[in-house]
């Protein structure tokens, strides 16, 4: 179904101060990488960067089955990784989507997991949570991209419409999507007719058709690295997306 680039409705806004939510999908907004404690896992996981050069392909786990039931699948893995059941739904999901359309992408779950995971702790940052709907309330917003606190300025693209900027752009949703990239990747994952960055399902297809752009094949180590680094161009980002998809593909 077609949409719009829009948010449904206004909703509570959280603002993110941390730079590991900053930066997602801003391609050279991040000029410096943040100090190592800005990027640990914010309910106390033990996550942190993966030690392996770049290129390093990561564990994944078998291809999920055409036709799978997502919603009964995720209750079982949820147990297993931690990750909250609806966020595994939205990023299944995605990962069936996806390979509809780019199937030598050989794109895994467990990547948009672990983005998520970094991004936002699966919509659950701060205040913020994952509603059953696949929204995250109050909504996730990144700080402005007004050329401080090592970012690169983005003037406003969109009159606010997503970020409720009118001077600077900034990242939005639990996949922490610039409007720019949201205007181009943004897509309708659950059905509703509506593209919405601060639902799930939606942004979790996004990244899924972000990742996979350009012919990428994320099962191969240059690919995936290739991918992740599109998305977000620090080292330290991707060995840590890198360390969460390898906890999930590898959880017993």
């Not at 941390?18 to 896992?41: C, D, F, I, L």
């Not at 036709?67 to 079982?76: I, L, N, S």
């Not at 917003?141 to 401080?148: K, N, S």
């Not at 509703?192 to 979790?204: E, K, S, T």
Request: charge should be negative; include cysteine; proline fraction near 6%.
């Amino acid at each position: 179904m077609s949409g719009t680039a829009g948010r449904p409705a206004r909703r509570n806004v959280l603002v993110v101060l941390g730079a590991a939510s900053v930066a997602a999908v801003v391609a050279a907004v991040v000029v410096a990488a943040p100090e190592r404690g800005q990027r640990t896992a914010p309910r106390g996981d033990g996550l942190v960067a993966a030690d392996v050069a770049r290129d390093t392909p990561v564990p994944r786990p078998p291809a999920l089955a055409t036709g799978t039931d997502v919603a009964a699948w995720a209750p079982g893995i949820a147990a297993r990784t931690g990750v909250p059941a609806r966020a595994l739904q939205a990023y299944a999901a995605a990962e069936l989507a996806q390979r509809t359309v780019t199937p030598d992408c050989r794109l895994s779950w467990t990547t948009l997991a672990g983005i998520g995971r970094v991004e936002s702790d699966h919509g659950r940052l701060g205040r913020a949570d994952l509603d059953a709907d696949g929204v995250v309330r109050p909504s996730i917003i990144g700080i402005a991209l007004d050329g401080t606190r090592t970012t690169q300025e983005i003037r406003d693209t969109d009159g606010g419409l997503l970020d409720g900027d009118v001077d600077y752009d900034r990242a939005v949703g639990p996949m922490q999507f610039l409007p720019t990239t949201w205007a181009q990747y943004g897509r309708d994952g659950n059905g509703d007719g509506v593209r919405d960055p601060h639902q799930l399902d939606d942004a979790a297809a996004a990244a899924a058709a972000y990742l996979c752009a350009s012919g990428r094949d994320t099962a191969s180590g240059e690919g995936w690295w290739d991918g992740v680094l599109t998305y977000n161009r620090s080292v330290e980002y991707a060995r840590l997306v890198w360390a969460a998809a390898d906890r999930y593909a590898t959880a017993p």
